[in-house]
């Protein structure tokens, strides 16, 4: 196999992959075997026709489909350690050439974790707690702390976005928005709504509806970005122990068990809720 890497902006990058006939082969030749063991012709027991036979029944284009499918994540994997790349989405695929006896051309497109300059954060945060008592953990809960720390929180989150500097490769924040989209699909679906019937209750046409959570995609992604960046520059870490005390607080089983296999999620909301107190506190 040869491999070309062409970088993008945003640090989005496209693999081309040239893969030779012989590399490929033996995968087709497995894939080909599975697909005659279950043809069925009349006279012959299921997968003992003749192969000449056997061949006709076959469609050719869910064969190659199947190579793909099963050839295309290993040289994916090679390439990008070639080349010592870490991406951080699902590569985006397309066939350029799959031919039998040709070699195979294949384009992915995927991107890494952008570069993020943080700026003078800590004097943009200060300058906002300098405007009122700070919150801290464990102050008393009443509705007028609770508001205080909501409008703090925000305002900080305002001051970030502001203040950092990053640059979103189009297809990370148009993924996001699409898994944003089909959330809110499903919502409507569940609610017993088409979607026009949504749209004409919120006034907006599909462009609108589109352009509206490619924003809050790209707003996500920046902030999730930053903070943990901030993490990372801060040695914001959590400890096994803080994971188990918020699991082991839970007393629905249910929810328990899922936090128990969802703990690396659980630990990066425990890291970013935890960096944003560090903030809260400059």
């Known amino acids: 196999m040869t491999t070309a ?5 945003g640090k989005a990058f496209e693999l081309t992959l040239n893969i030779s006939w ?73 066939v350029v050439q799959a031919e039998l006896d040709k070699d195979w051309i294949f384009k992915a497109t995927s991107c890494e974790k952008p570069e993020i300059d943080l700026g003078n954060f800590q004097d943009a945060i200060r300058s906002i707690n300098a405007k009122g008592k700070i ?11 609770a508001e205080d720390k909501s409008q703090r929180v925000s305002e900080i989150i305002s001051k970030l976005l502001e203040t950092a500097k ?47 959570y490619k924003s809050q995609a790209e707003t996500t992604l920046k902030l999730e970005f930053i903070l943990e ?9 959590i400890s096994q122990e803080e994971i188990d005390s918020v699991i082991n607080h839970e007393t629905d089983l249910k929810v328990k068990e899922n936090l128990k296999n969802q703990a690396y999620l659980l630990a990066s909301i425990l890291r970013r809720e935890k960096t944003l107190t560090y903030l809260s506190n400059l």
Do not use: C
């Open 229 to 237: 960046e901030i993490a990372k520059t801060q040695n914001i870490t």
């Open 5 to 9: 890497l062409n970088k993008l902006p």
């Open 135 to 145: 919150w801290k953990p464990g102050d008393e809960k009443t509705a007028e702390k």
């Open 22 to 94: 012989p590399e490929i082969k033996p995968v087709y030749e497995k894939v080909l075997d599975l697909f005659l063991s279950e043809v069925e012709i009349g006279g012959f027991r299921k997968g003992k026709a003749p192969k000449d036979l056997a061949l006709k029944k076959i469609d050719q284009g869910k064969v190659l489909n199947e190579v793909i499918n099963e050839a295309l994540p290993k040289f994916y994997s090679d390439a990008v350690k070639e080349h010592n790349l870490t991406p951080i989405t699902t590569p985006r695929a397309r």
């Open 166 to 212: 990053l640059e979103l490769p189009s297809a990370l924040v148009e993924q996001e928005a699409n898994r944003l989209l089909a959330q809110l699909v499903d919502d409507v679906r569940q609610a017993g709504l088409t979607m026009d019937q949504y749209l004409a209750s919120k006034n907006l046409n599909p462009e609108q509806l589109q352009s509206q």
